[in-house]
Nanobody, 126 residues
Framework: QVQLVESGGGSVQAGGSLRLSCAAS????????MGWFRQAPGKEREFVVH????????NYADSVKGRFTISRDNAKNTVYLQMNSLKPEDTAVYYC???????????????????WGQGTQVTVSS
């Protein structure tokens, strides 16, 4: 069992920055690929970014490329999401997720991830 706890959400103005953290407890953290997903009101949950267990591979949704950066510290069992140049359309609840069998080509699928955090709200005002 893996427990995930997100933090760092909040309210910012457009153009601002936030850094989300996701702390994991349980089994060997480096065995798990990590992902961030988000869900805006009235919309389906969508993929944001993925990072492999080693941190050597990352994949970003086109909507956040160049603005968001994912990283992980396996010694601290934590994954980070640095979000810069935020836009109102980035407003959503952000969830981190962990999976130990995330397919090489399926990293964007929510079903690939076994464990989910409770989510943290990010609100960007114009």
């Amino acid at each position: 069992q893996v427990q995930l706890v997100e933090s760092g959400g909040g309210s910012v103005q457009a153009g601002g920055s936030l850094r989300l953290s996701c702390a994991a407890s349980g089994r060997t953290f480096s065995n798990y690929a990590m992902g961030w997903f988000r869900q805006a009101p009235g919309k389906e949950r969508e993929f944001v970014v993925h990072i492999s267990g080693s941190g050597g591979t990352t994949n970003y949704a086109d909507s956040v490329k160049g603005r968001f950066t994912i990283s992980r510290d396996n010694a601290k069992n934590t994954v980070y999401l640095q979000m810069n140049s935020l836009k109102p359309e980035d407003t959503a609840v952000y969830y981190c997720a962990a999976g130990n069998r995330v397919g090489f080509l399926n990293y964007y699928r929510a079903g690939e991830y076994n464990y989910w955090g409770q989510g943290t709200q990010v609100t960007v005002s114009s």
